[in-house]
């Protein structure tokens, strides 16, 4: 780990057993964590604007290297300012390093796995990888293209974001042990030459985040984290193969997490249930991202607490269709204050543009209220009954200290 104020710090105020919360400093203003990060990944938060985004309490999104160079290409962007300028917000932003996505194009899909269509899916598009990094043909228009460590840090360079991630590749969980080990290794030298040009051309007001890959193997996350750890990077992400279900994800992550250096902000790549973020957050996790919440509301999902639904009603049931209950009873969104689950089933139903931008609204609601809670309930020293009650089927609005002080009064 470097130490570098100029481009990033980290101060952690207050911890409850493992869980903490604290104040992670950019070039564009500080993020009180656990905080999730909303993806931005063509440069909007799809059916908001920035304005309405940093509204709701965001402080931090994410953008996505790979769709970014596509189209409408780093250079264009950096010509209006960088993603700042370009989408015209003020607060940080954090890029992948589209290492995700090129390596999806030759594995078939990481985000498929997940969703049970297991194995390699190869043949839609020429995918080419080599040790300098990996050649493919932009889905956009066939044009050849080429993303290594090199060419991710300067288009993150070029986005001008506050934190950019390494190049790596997301080892898919169909990978046996020896190609995780091998692909691990590679993502190390490919660390290194991240660092370099980083260190020679990067801006020097960016910070790099470091990612621990290895899969489900314990052995393999050691080294990883030891590895990472040692290098020059600003803060560290857990990403790659969690496992095959959720008990199995979390066990990974408890394992991990205790590994990284105690005063690294710790990032947890693409996790985003409402169950995950509250074991997360248990074991040491400050930062989140996920498109679950943006895209199951484009979908007519909405968080809710339900732990018996996975913390999710889908408003495009039947049962919904003269529910005149608003989605969640305390909800501070535009939704929920204002609307019942009828006419957002209504509005799921039609496929309206009304109904996503309402959800959207809802769901990113939920969650920053949901980390907000979290960072209250770790404060105060509470936060093991804040994660009981929240799992148990409490709003986080309802389970927060200061909600269960304002009640007794
Ligand atoms: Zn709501």
């Avoid at 470097?2 to 919360?21: L, Q, V, W």
């Avoid at 790979?66 to 409408?72: E, I, K």
């Avoid at 997940?114 to 990094?133: A, L, T």
């Avoid at 509470?382 to 389970?399: D, H, I, N």
């Amino acid at each position: 780990m470097r130490k570098d104020p100029a481009r990033h710090s980290f101060e952690i105020r207050a911890r409850d057993g493992d869980a903490r919360a604290g104040l992670l400093h950019t070039a564009h203003g500080q993020i009180s964590t656990p905080a999730f990060i909303p993806l931005a990944t063509k440069a909007s938060v799809r059916s908001l604007s920035s304005t309405e985004v940093a509204g709701l309490g965001y402080e931090l999104v994410l953008g996505n290297t790979f769709h970014l160079h596509l189209s409408p290409g780093e250079d264009r962007i950096a010509a209006h300012g960088g993603m700042h300028g370009f989408m015209g917000w003020e607060g940080a932003i954090i890029t992948d390093s589209g290492g995700f996505q090129v390596f999806s194009l030759a594995h078939g899909g990481v985000a498929d796995e997940i969703k049970g269509r297991r194995g390699p899916q190869q043949g839609r598009v020429r995918v080419e990888i080599s040790e300098r990094g990996v050649g493919f043909q932009s889905l956009l228009d066939g044009s050849d293209r080429f993303l290594g460590p090199e060419e991710s840090m300067e288009i993150q360079a070029k986005l001008g974001s506050d934190i950019a991630l390494v190049f790596d590749e997301c080892t898919p969980s169909h990978a046996d042990r020896d190609y995780t080990a091998r692909s691990m290794e590679r993502t190390h030298r490919w660390l290194d030459r991240c660092l370099d040009w980083h260190g020679e051309r990067g801006p020097s007001d960016q910070a790099v985040f470091g990612i621990i890959q290895g899969g489900v193997h314990e052995d393999l996350r050691r080294e990883a984290a030891e590895r990472v750890g040692a290098a020059a990077v600003d803060g560290i992400s857990i990403g790659g193969a969690l496992g095959k279900d959720k008990e199995e994800m979390n066990g990974v992550v408890a394992m991990t997490a205790p590994l990284l250096p105690p005063d690294a902000p710790v990032h947890l790549l693409g996790i985003g249930e409402v169950d995950d973020l509250i074991h997360g957050i248990g074991v040491g996790v400050d930062v989140f991202d996920c498109s679950v919440p943006t895209r199951l509301a484009r979908h007519g999902v909405a968080f809710a607490p339900a732990p018996e639904g996975r913390f999710r009603i889908d408003l495009a049931k039947a049962r919904y269709a003269d529910d005149d209950t608003p989605i969640s009873e305390g909800c501070p969104c535009e939704a929920c204050r204002r609307h019942s689950r009828a006419y957002l089933h209504y509005l799921a139903r039609g496929d309206e543009l009304t109904g996503a931008r309402l959800l959207t609204l809802h769901n990113l609601t939920y969650m920053e209220r949901l980390m907000a809670g979290a960072r209250e309930a770790i404060s105060a020293g509470e936060y093991a009954s804040y994660a009981s009650a929240v799992l148990g089927g409490a709003a986080p609005w309802a389970a927060s200290p200061s909600a269960g002080a304002s009640q007794a009064l």
